[in-house]
């Protein structure tokens, strides 16, 4: 899976649990957008997102791996109807790290409606259907090849039996559309973002948790399909450290399959030079560019883009294929706002 049930802290609340970031050139300027609360996990008591937690979507403008702007989304209580009014919050500069920071009102609404203000910047949130697709034999496959250091075994498999594990399945979206000359306004100039997205969830102590991260795509399914530990470490750190403090374990791990492949001269070396391109966890995204995150280059995700043969055969450093592409998915993303499946 992407990041859906990725860490055994993710998993005790799925509404906290990022399972895709996406960005990507919209209609009018760029689209920030994560999945939360999947279908895949079985029946949900209270779906939707959390009352008491904070989606934020973090913007790096210089390239040190620390945010410059946050856009921050709260959520109040289901009402009778299960939908739940909103608050996005826009916190720049420094203030950007701080989760206690107030920062500025930027709209109020209601799930399922879009919202606007007055200079363009819109944003939705509510029910859809999961745009992303894997083949969970190739899935656990890769994971088993990652933890234990061996080439990924799909001896009994065949890409003409993939199948996609979240076919019909469902996540709630949040989709925020900021209008270039708005964003412009606010990065300074700076069309090279660098962008990662953080569910924190509030502590009884008064302060925040971080229960989910995201950045780059397949990180999770890559190396803690089988080591919860490190999962939960991943999620509750910072991009800035995240070299430091994971790059030995990443490193170790893609070594070991990439060896066992004997695809590169030094496998340390390969290994160590990927994980750099890892770490930090970061989805780099050049404004006003058509997005795509493939084997030429990492520029954003579009709702479409086939990250884990990508992902995969890069960590391997051979090819590795699903047997299934974006036809899979049960209900198509639209090209208008906003633009996540529409509930299959």
């Not at 895949?40 to 040190?64: A, Q, R, S, V």
């Not at 620390?66 to 739940?84: A, L, N, P």
């Not at 780099?284 to 055969?313: I, K």
Request: charged share 20%; aromatic share 10%; hydrophobic share 40%.
């Amino acid at each position: 899976m992407s990041h859906h049930l990725d860490s055994p802290l993710a998993r005790q609340d799925i509404r906290l649990d990022i399972t895709d970031l996406y960005v990507f050139r919209g209609q009018i300027g760029t689209v920030f957008a994560i999945n939360v609360c999947h279908s895949i996990f079985g029946p949900i008591p209270t779906p939707g997102f959390h009352p008491e937690g904070m989606y934020e979507f973090k913007i790096d403008l210089n390239g040190d791996a620390v945010e410059d702007i946050t856009y921050r989304m709260t959520f109040e209580d289901r009402d009778e109807q299960g939908k739940q009014r909103f608050v996005l919050r826009r916190i720049i500069g420094g203030a950007a790290i701080n989760p206690s920071e107030v920062g500025d009102v930027i709209v109020e609404g209601e799930t399922d409606k879009e919202c606007k203000t007055s200079t363009g910047t819109r944003v939705w949130a509510g029910r859809a259907g999961d745009p992303f697709w894997i083949d969970p034999d190739v899935l656990h496959a890769v994971g088993h090849a990652f933890e234990d250091g061996t080439t990924i075994n799909l001896k009994q498999w065949t890409p003409e039996a993939a199948k996609n594990l979240f076919a019909g399945q469902t996540v709630f979206s949040i989709v925020l559309e900021v209008p270039d000359e708005e964003l412009r306004g606010n990065i300074g100039g700076n069309d090279r973002l660098g962008i990662w997205a953080v569910a924190t969830l509030a502590t009884d102590a008064g302060g925040w948790r971080s229960i989910n991260r995201i950045g780059l795509p397949m990180i999770h399914p890559l190396f803690t399909q089988f080591n919860g530990d490190l999962g939960d470490r991943l999620n509750a750190g910072r991009p800035v450290d995240d070299f430091a403090v994971h790059g030995a374990a990443v490193v170790k791990a893609i070594s070991g399959v990439v060896a066992a492949y004997g695809t590169a001269e030094d496998p340390q070396v390969y290994a160590e030079r990927l994980a750099h391109r890892l770490f930090p966890n970061i989805l780099p995204y050049t404004v006003g560019t058509e997005a795509n995150f493939g084997f030429s280059e990492w520029n954003g995700r579009s709702l479409t883009d086939n990250v884990s043969d990508v992902m995969f055969s890069f960590a391997a450093n051979t090819p590795v294929g699903l047997g299934i592409g974006k036809e899979s998915v049960s209900s198509k993303p639209s090209k208008t706002f906003p633009y996540v499946p529409s509930t299959p």
